[in-house]
């Protein structure tokens, strides 16, 4: 059996009206293969999500080219620039 991990981060910087998300979590190979079979039917609702509650204001990341990590970087404007 093998050890799972989850990082996760959220800040917030008021100067910059921008808060970033950051989750890193450990993935194992055949939970990777799942996912490919998945086809990220989870990742592009999100992607719709946040383009109807905040377009052209976020940024989002996805790593998942590392076969031990998957790791999301979501950042959001929070104030009109």
Do not use: W
Request: aromatic share 6%.
């Amino acid at each position: 059996k093998q050890n799972s991990y989850v990082y996760i981060r959220l800040r917030y910087d008021e100067a910059e009206g921008k808060m970033r998300f950051q989750c890193i979590n450990s993935r194992h190979p055949q939970q990777a293969t799942a996912e490919k079979e998945a086809g990220g039917i989870g990742l592009a609702n999100v992607r719709k999500r946040l383009e109807l509650i905040c377009p052209h204001r976020h940024t989002l990341l996805i790593d998942s080219h590392n076969p031990e990590s998957f790791c999301i970087d979501l950042t959001i404007q929070t104030t009109e620039i």
